[in-house]
């Protein structure tokens, strides 16, 4: 089912914003003693997470991905969520120096 607000309260609730959800998240995180990592969006959709070939025909639809390079296909959301979740994974670990 579909959640609705009140008249009242569309403003508010259409209006937060992205800094304003992150904040929400980490706040929310660090309580659970989860980590937050942020990942530059740029290129996540246009990557092959096989070869790491970037290129903007690797999109040859908004739903689609297919590497240029290596012929790698698969749903472009898939794609981006891979390559995210990689970036998140390699980050180098400040605390451990």
Avoid: M
Avoid at 3 to 8: G, N
Avoid at 36 to 65: I, M, W, Y
């Amino acid at each position: 089912t579909e959640k609705t607000v009140k008249k009242q309260q569309r403003r508010q609730h259409s209006s937060w914003s992205f800094y304003q959800l992150r904040k929400f998240i980490e706040y929310k995180a660090a309580i659970a003693g989860v980590p937050v990592v942020l990942v530059h969006p740029k290129n996540t959709s246009r990557t092959c997470p096989v070869c790491g070939h970037v290129a903007k025909e690797n999109r040859p639809s908004r739903d689609q991905f297919c590497c240029r390079a290596c012929g790698y296909a698969a749903p472009a959301d898939n794609v981006a969520a891979e390559n995210i979740r990689r970036a998140a994974v390699n980050q180098p670990n400040a605390a451990a120096n």
